[in-house]
């Protein structure tokens, strides 16, 4: 594999991967964000909601954003991370914007160095590139996606397509290969040029594994994975190898996360997310529930205690409520950077739990940047 790091590349050691703290904060904050769709909402005003989150994730001192990939889910709008980034591009100017992440095997190396060179182009210095092995959906849907004939060899494919993608973004395959004249524009082919940092992103010890014997960040899906967290981050970090891109690990992991007002308020949210996830799970996906939806609905036994679960792995209550069990999951897990994700039915509580969070923390109001 070509040097991850670049002589293009990731703008240096440490340079665009680590965060800075803000306000009384252990770690830096960001978003992970799903876009999701309430019931008697649309995808439009779910879209809306993520510019507004920008908006307000960039003047109080998060560090980045991202769009997660999924498909054939009714309650997420994210299938087109690359076209949302850009979109959010349009309307921010400072805050990292980034994939978390582009599934890598549902896309040809090629066409993703051109998205994400080209939304480099839009927003310089500003992309990150996370990527994922999983297809961010069910088998049928990976089908569609992938085309049949490439199904069974896309994930264990994987560091090939990494290879690749890597090459295609440093413009610098060797003599003879069938892609030396073959260029990701925009990208280095029309003049020096940065290009994204990469992430690699995983939910279990392979992709860990990848991130430390490259020497890349390394993204962690505790939000819906939790009891793989520790082992998937004391392999990163026992396999990390230093690269041109890090001295040493920066680990993040996303966190379910939802402040409101009151308890009462956060619980009937957050409720609706797994009402949402439990119906996902039992091949019954649709748009989030309504808060009167997810209080009246009758569980059964198997499915309380399914709901119950999930629940646990969600920092939820008011505003010091979070800010405690934030800070619990960081000490425990000690990891570099807290990456938030609120999933709830209505958009106005998901940009309401970011603005509360930022104040449980102190994080400054901050001035706009200079265009």
């Known amino acids: 594999m070509s040097d991850t790091g670049g002589a293009h590349g990731q703008h240096g050691r440490n340079g665009s991967v680590r965060g800075a703290a803000q306000g009384t904060a252990t770690v830096p904050l960001s978003v992970l964000d799903l876009v999701t769709v309430g019931a008697g909402s649309t995808a439009h005003e779910s879209l809306r909601t993520s510019v507004a989150i920008s908006r307000l994730a960039e003047s109080r001192g ?46 040809a190396p090629l066409a993703i160095a051109e998205q994400f060179g080209t939304l480099e182009a839009l927003a310089p210095g500003r992309i990150d590139l996370g990527l ?10 990976a089908t569609a996606l992938r085309g049949a004939g490439r199904l069974d ?16 973004l440093d413009d610098d395959f060797p003599d003879g290969h069938p892609y030396a004249r073959v260029h990701a524009v925009p990208g280095p082919v029309q003049g020096p040029a940065g290009r ?20 890349l960040p390394f993204a962690y899906a505790h939000h819906f994975s939790a009891a793989g967290t520790l082992p998937a981050l004391d392999l990163y970090r026992q396999s990390f190898r230093p690269s041109a891109v890090l001295d040493a690990p920066y680990a993040v992991i996303g966190v379910s996360a939802l402040a409101a007002d009151t308890d009462a308020q956060a ?27 997810a209080a009246t609905y009758p569980f059964s036994t198997a499915e309380r205690e399914f709901v119950d679960g999930w629940l646990a792995n969600i920092v939820h209550g008011t505003p010091d409520e979070v800010r405690t069990g934030l800070d619990d999951l960081a000490k425990r897990t000690g990891a570099d950077e807290l990456m938030l994700t609120a999933n709830a039915h209505s958009g ?21 940047a200079a265009d």
């Open 62 to 107: 998060y560090h980045r954003h991202w769009v997660a990939e999924h498909h054939s889910m009714p309650g997420v709008a994210s299938s087109s991370p690359a076209v949302i980034l850009a979109h959010l591009a349009a309307h921010t100017s400072r805050i990292r914007l980034g994939s978390g992440g582009v599934m890598l095997p549902n896309h």
């Open 132 to 141: 994922g092995r999983a297809p961010g959906t069910d088998g049928r849907t």
């Open 153 to 168: 060899e896309a994930a264990d494919d994987f560091p090939r397509q990494l290879m690749e993608l890597t090459r295609f």
């Open 196 to 215: 994204p940092p990469l992430w690699l992103l995983g939910s279990s010890g392979f992709s860990a594994r990848l991130a430390g014997e490259l020497g």
């Open 267 to 293: 619980r009937a949210q957050v409720l609706t997310g797994a009402l949402s996830m439990l119906r996902l799970r039992t091949g019954r996906p649709g748009l989030v529930p309504t808060p009167e939806e």
């Open 348 to 368: 106005a509580a998901r940009l309401r739990s970011y603005e509360l969070v930022a104040d449980a923390y102190g994080m400054p109001v901050q001035a706009p």
